[in-house]
């Protein structure tokens, strides 16, 4: 069973749509991750946070944004949807990395 | 500039033979390592890691070996099981900060 999880798990969108990637974990883990990721292509960490109202971006430069004003949530805002946006988004939690990081399911966006 | 590289896009295997999966690092600032293994529409599941004041770890069917002059590790899986089909991803991290950086992975593919 899941213990961080992601809506939703699909989406297609129009071109200047605003859209929220929700994400949301039961372990209390103060360390959160997004990254993206293109088919056959490496992890790329796109936002982390390491607790309550902090909030950093990631080695990828990105125009989403995030927030995290619950240990356990932390959405993923585009407020204006673009093709060069379609790809899979993975949200990931961890207590410590070195013992490893428990992801979600993903979220697989299409912007058309 | 690639900090972690999986040379191999993929690989396959008989059912029963040993699967190794390699994993090159330039940073010699990273001090701890971590394999995941991922299924299409699944989020990456955390197999295993090593710190690098070890060479060797292992559990169960998997072991990871580490060598640090080289900038290498390897990732065993012995025997190989069909359910074991499914990218592998090396990551790399410091514990200067909590947050690791990915390869591309390696699509593993045991034939029954």
């Known amino acids: 069973e899941a213990d961080i999880y992601q809506t939703p798990r699909y989406l297609v969108i129009g071109t200047g749509k605003k859209i929220t990637l929700e994400c949301s974990q039961t372990?209390?883990?103060?360390?959160m991750y997004w990254y993206q990721q293109d088919p056959g292509m490496e992890l790329h960490l796109i936002h982390y946070?390491?607790?309550?109202?902090?909030?950093e971006k990631g080695d990828l430069s990105s125009e989403s944004t995030v927030s995290r004003i619950r240990t356990e949530h932390f959405p993923l805002t585009l407020e204006s949807a673009r093709p060069s946006h379609t790809s899979q988004y993975l949200c990931?939690?961890?207590?410590?990395?070195?013992?490893?990081?428990?992801f979600g399911s993903g979220t697989r966006l299409t912007v058309v | 500039d690639q900090q972690v590289k999986q040379n191999s896009p993929s690989l396959s295997v008989q059912e029963g033979r040993i699967s190794i999966l390699n994993c090159d690092y330039t940073?010699?600032?990273?001090?701890?390592f971590l394999w995941y293994k991922k299924y299409p529409a699944e989020g990456p599941t955390f197999l295993i890691s090593?710190?690098?004041?070890?060479d060797k770890n292992e559990d169960g069917r998997f072991t990871v070996f580490l060598n640090k002059s080289a900038k290498h590790l390897s990732l065993h899986i012995v025997p190989s099981q069909p359910g074991d089909s499914a990218v592998y991803f090396c990551?790399?991290?410091?514990?200067?900060?909590?947050?690791?950086?990915f390869g591309p992975g390696t699509s593993l593919s045991v034939i029954p």
């Open positions: 990931a939690s961890s207590e410590r990395v070195y013992y490893g990081y428990t």
């Open positions: 372990m209390g883990h103060d360390k």
């Open positions: 946070s390491y607790g309550v109202n902090s909030t």
């Open positions: 940073n010699s600032m990273f001090d701890y």
């Open positions: 090593i710190s690098s004041i070890k």
């Open positions: 990551a790399a991290g410091s514990t200067s900060y909590d947050k690791v950086i």
